[in-house]
């Protein structure tokens, strides 16, 4: 269910000797790329130049282009600062680029587009900004250094389950149906849809909207469902907030454990989540099981791979394990983890640590005796309260 997405071309780059200091950080780079759409020009800030000629753009709309050198018909390079797209260009190229039928919601941080009901829109805008506003609260409180998103963050907010597996589609292949919703890497927005129209049912008044509201949080899925929102959107928030650059080499326990950290629902209100951190008993059980059989260097292959979390056996108790770490490190090893943040912030776009170093990155800052870290760890998570 969680899922955090590389484009298949920037999985490609990511075995090409990167050099990213050599780009220029000035000027706009204009590329006439050739692939199976046709010929196109595509213009944004160079991020990386790999050694065969590759390239990744960041275009004004924050979308990530990376292409390969063979699609690369002329290059060009002008002295023009970068400019990310104003709020009502950005709009408008979202009304261009999606189906007939969509429209723009404007909230503070956010440009929410959807071909729902106005009513819905609105609910998913509020959810958004109430976690906007927690997230940049929580890390400011606890001395981690954030900068405002360049360009509003982006939402698609679709009327069924299947206009949204449409367009994911071509970013999720077979795995759209298990997905109610996701972060795009490359494209920088969160998707999802309207989970009040999952029985074809539609809403206009507000007291019907609320009512059916309160109907989809009390249902078995519910927990789940807005999970998957606040989870993918603390995705977008990490990658537009300097925290983390997209396509850097972020330890997966430290991204999925920490948007796992903040997606606990809270289903007793209609306003569906409102709190960072509260214990996420779900992962609590699966982590509580694990502890039965959790090998001695479980923390070792945590930090320093990601192997458990690609493996679709390993991943639900990897994330368990991760949002317990997180958790544990938040509330116990508060300055370290601000200062862990700080080396993953400065980390650039398709450079690779290996395990060791992402281990020696880690023990540098955590300290050396990972055993000991352990034994504290464990100790602590088995006295939270379900
Ligand atoms: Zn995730």
């Given at each position: 269910m969680n899922q955090r997405l590389f484009s298949p071309l920037a999985a490609g780059l990511l075995a090409l000797l990167a050099c990213a200091a050599t780009a220029p950080c000035w000027g706009v780079e204009h590329v006439t790329l050739r692939d199976d759409s046709g010929e196109r020009k595509i213009s944004g800030k160079l991020l990386v130049e790999a050694q065969d000629g590759g390239v990744l753009l960041l275009a004004p709309d924050t979308r990530l282009w990376a292409i390969e050198p063979e699609k690369i018909v002329a290059r060009s390079h002008?002295?023009?600062?970068?400019?990310?797209?104003?709020?009502?260009?950005?709009?408008?190229?979202?009304?261009?680029?999606?189906?007939?039928?969509?429209?723009?919601?404007?909230?503070?941080?956010?440009?929410?587009?959807?071909?729902?009901?106005?009513?819905?829109?609105?609910?998913?805008?509020?959810?958004?900004?109430?976690?906007f506003n927690a997230f940049y609260k929580y890390w400011e409180d606890r001395n981690v250094e954030l900068k405002p998103p360049e360009v509003p963050l982006v939402a698609l907010v679709f009327q069924t389950k299947q206009s949204y597996a449409d367009y994911a589609r071509q970013e999720l292949g077979a795995a759209t149906e298990a997905i109610v919703g996701y972060?795009?890497?490359?494209?920088?927005?969160?998707?999802?849809?309207?989970?009040?129209?999952?029985?074809?049912?539609?809403?206009?008044?507000?007291a019907g909207f609320?009512?059916?509201?309160?109907?989809?949080?009390?249902?078995?899925?519910?927990?789940?469902?807005?999970?998957?929102?606040?989870?993918?959107?603390?995705?977008?928030l990490a990658f537009n907030s300097g925290m983390q650059q997209r396509l850097a080499d972020i330890p997966l326990w430290l991204s999925e454990g920490m948007a796992v950290y903040f997606e606990t629902p809270d289903l007793k209100n209609s306003r569906g989540w409102t709190k960072v951190g509260a214990v996420n008993q779900q992962r609590l059980v699966t982590f509580r099981r694990y502890l039965q059989q959790r090998p001695a260097d479980s923390?070792?292959?945590?930090?320093?791979?990601?192997?458990?979390?690609?493996?679709?056996?390993?991943?639900?108790?990897?994330?368990?394990?991760?949002?317990?770490?997180?958790?544990?490190?938040?509330?116990?090893?508060?300055?370290?983890?601000?200062?862990?943040?700080?080396?993953?912030?400065?980390?650039?776009?398709?450079?690779?640590?290996?395990?060791?170093?992402?281990?020696?990155?880690?023990?540098?800052?955590?300290?050396?005796?990972?055993?000991?870290?352990?034994?504290?760890?464990?100790?602590?998570?088995?006295?939270?309260?379900?």
């Open positions: 002008d002295d023009q600062p970068f400019v990310p797209l104003e709020r009502e260009a950005l709009a408008q190229q979202l009304l261009t680029e999606l189906p007939e039928g969509f429209q723009i919601l404007h909230t503070d941080h956010y440009v929410i587009c959807y071909d729902t009901s106005r009513a819905y829109a609105e609910w998913s805008g509020q959810l958004y900004e109430r976690l972060y795009s890497l490359q494209s920088n927005r969160v998707m999802m849809y309207d989970l009040t129209g999952v029985e074809g049912a539609k809403f206009g008044d507000r609320s009512a059916r509201v309160n109907a989809i949080l009390a249902r078995p899925d519910a927990e789940m469902t807005v999970a998957t929102i606040i989870h993918e959107a603390t995705h977008q923390l070792a292959t945590l930090i320093s791979s990601d192997d458990r979390f690609r493996d679709t056996k390993t991943a639900p108790v990897a994330y368990a394990e991760a949002w317990a770490f997180n958790y544990y490190l938040i509330r116990n090893h508060k300055q370290a983890y601000a200062q862990y943040l700080k080396l993953l912030a400065d980390k650039g776009p398709l450079l690779s640590d290996g395990p060791e170093e992402r281990l020696k990155q880690f023990t540098a800052i955590f300290g050396d005796d990972l055993e000991r870290l352990d034994a504290a760890f464990v100790k602590y998570m088995l006295k939270v309260r379900l």
